[in-house]
């Protein structure tokens, strides 16, 4: 099954204890975001990727890391996570081929995570 | 710059009525995609319908339909004879294509439409 697999789906840490999100897809998509949903803020950008070892700033970047070594894989790294980091995360890809528009995302399950 | 505007934080209709959700939005990106998205309560977020910023004829899926009007910059989505199971939250969303910003997304706040029996 074509799908977007994100882990953990339920996390709850204590603020600076560093903690990984992964993100993994199986439908050899160039491209892959992360998103962050708060209550009223609808999903804000945080780090997307055109492709392997390409990654670039969305408009919520502080306090995250990305990496994309593997072009299926797209880990979003909290270093040192604080209590305005918790939030629902959702990982996302698309194909890029020929990157129009049309070209849908795919979203994870997401992953609720709470800092203490 | 991207901006998406959703005016509505919650929209109620009656079962088998058509209801019409806001979105209007700003760019300088001379080409673009605009999107709905689903999100029930359990929370994964569901595809709709797209639009392209080119595209001369308005998208439809189903019962749904995307009333595009590119010199207001509003892209408001009709769902045509509500459901019960169309109670959820709705993004609209855009995404640049073709210049130095394809790959940055923004979306709406999001409206929460309750459809009621």
């Known amino acids: 099954e074509a799908q977007v697999t994100q882990n953990p789906r339920y996390l709850i840490t204590v603020t600076g204890k560093k903690l990984t999100v992964t993100c993994s897809q199986n439908m050899n998509h160039e491209y892959m975001s992360w998103y962050r949903q708060d209550p009223g803020l609808g999903l804000r950008q945080i780090y997307y990727s055109m492709n392997v070892e390409v990654t670039d700033k969305g408009d919520v970047p502080e306090g995250y890391k990305v990496s994309r070594k593997e072009k299926r894989n797209f880990p979003l790294i909290l270093e040192s996570p604080s209590p305005n980091q918790t939030s629902l995360y959702f990982c996302?890809?698309?194909?890029?081929?020929?990157?129009?528009?049309?070209?849908?995302?795919?979203f994870g399950a997401g992953s609720r995570l709470t800092v203490l | 710059a991207q901006k998406i505007t959703q005016t509505q934080p919650g929209m109620f209709v009656q079962e088998k009525e058509a209801v019409t959700l806001d979105c209007t939005y700003d760019?300088?990106?001379?080409?673009?995609?605009l999107f709905w998205y689903k999100q029930p309560s359990s929370g994964e977020m569901i595809f709709l319908i797209y639009q392209g910023s080119y595209d001369q004829q308005n998208a439809t899926e189903g019962r749904y339909s995307l009333n595009f009007q590119k010199a207001r910059k509003s892209a408001n989505l009709v769902i045509s004879a509500s459901q019960l199971g169309d109670s959820a939250m709705y993004f609209c969303a855009m995404r640049a294509t073709y210049n130095t910003n394809a790959g940055k997304s923004t979306f709406g706040d999001g409206t929460t439409l309750t459809v009621k029996p």
């Open positions: 996302a890809s698309t194909p890029i081929r020929s990157f129009s528009g049309a070209n849908v995302l795919t």
């Open positions: 760019t300088s990106d001379p080409s673009y995609g």
